[in-house]
């Protein structure tokens, strides 16, 4: 593996595990299946087994993204970018090497779509993997400097996360930020490990001449357990909410469109979740 093969993605984006994403240039292709069974080839075909299993699974999986790719791009081409999205996603999921050209198009995917955000993080994989020399190099410029407006406008909106999606007020702490919950360290036990001992009760010292002796956990009273020190054994904690982690608004999967008429007030916006949970 080289330096490039090694780099993931970053892992900003939605619904995609980074450690899925790899870029390669390399093209695998299948070795031939190994015929005879010869005693002498036992120990390398051991050694080569694992590097077999990964061509035999890489090989025919190649085959199928270079379609994916296609039929994304036909997609593209006729305007139908939520398939484009929903093929392309196939193609970083699907854990083999993605072709070179594939973060460019995806990325001007992600644009039209108004993912801003996610389009320029391919955009950016797409220039560091391919430099000068990239099939789409000049597009990918041009498409960066289109990415300037409605990025800046993200940054700059309190209504939506950095990735452009609405923020909406959490429903648990209906925006209070913090709350009376149950309590999160001692996981409503209202105790806890004592750290000094480990939980065992007696503490380990080694004296001048390098042999160990065993003391009483003056801490914990040799009992091991701890009165939980956040909510002091009430089980109850007053602190940032686990839901929304304090800041009072938990992301939606609508992106923000930067006013503040979204269409529905606070109260109804409750209401309809209420119905839907109903339901
Ligand atoms: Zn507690
Ligand atoms: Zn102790
Ligand atoms: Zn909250
Ligand atoms: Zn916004």
């Known amino acids: 593996m080289n330096q490039k093969q090694k780099r993931r993605l970053h892992p900003q984006f939605k619904g995609i595990p980074s450690e899925h994403i790899a870029f390669s240039k390399k093209k695998y292709q299948m070795k031939q299946p190994i015929q005879g069974f010869r005693p002498k080839m036992l120990l390398l075909m051991l050694s080569f087994f694992s590097v077999q299993l990964l061509y035999a699974q890489a090989g025919p999986n190649l085959g199928t993204t270079a379609r994916t790719m296609n039929q994304a791009i036909q997609a593209m081409e006729e305007g139908k970018f939520e398939t484009a999205n929903g093929l392309f996603r196939q193609i970083v999921q699907s854990n083999v090497?993605?072709?070179?050209?594939?973060?460019?198009?995806?990325?001007?995917?992600?644009?039209?779509?108004?993912?801003?955000s996610n389009s320029e993080n391919f955009l950016q994989k797409y220039l560091d993997l391919n430099g000068f020399s990239g099939e789409h190099y000049q597009q990918a410029k041009a498409?960066?400097?289109?990415?300037?407006?409605?990025?800046?406008?993200?940054?700059?909106?309190?209504?939506?996360?950095?990735?452009?999606?609405?923020l909406h007020?959490?429903?648990?702490?209906?925006?209070?930020?913090?709350?009376?919950?149950?309590?999160?360290?001692?996981?409503?036990?209202?105790?806890?490990?004592?750290?000094?001992c480990a939980g065992k009760g007696v503490v380990t010292k080694k004296n001048v001449f390098n042999i160990v002796e065993y003391y009483d956990c003056e801490r914990c009273e040799t009992t091991g357990r701890l009165t939980c020190p956040r909510c002091e054994g009430t089980k109850v904690e007053h602190g940032d909410c686990n839901t929304c982690k304090g800041t009072g608004q938990i992301t939606s999967s609508n992106l923000c469109d930067h006013t503040k008429n979204d269409g529905l007030t606070y109260?109804?916006?409750?209401?309809?979740?209420?119905?839907?949970?109903?339901?």
């Open 97 to 116: 090497p993605i072709p070179p050209e594939m973060p460019f198009f995806f990325a001007k995917t992600l644009y039209e779509l108004g993912q801003y």
């Open 143 to 166: 498409l960066q400097e289109k990415l300037k407006i409605p990025l800046s406008q993200i940054k700059e909106c309190s209504l939506c996360d950095r990735l452009g999606y609405r």
């Open 169 to 196: 007020t959490c429903e648990t702490c209906l925006g209070e930020r913090v709350i009376e919950q149950d309590c999160g360290l001692c996981k409503l036990t209202g105790i806890v490990g004592c750290s000094r």
């Open 267 to 279: 109260s109804q916006s409750i209401r309809t979740s209420f119905r839907i949970i109903g339901h």
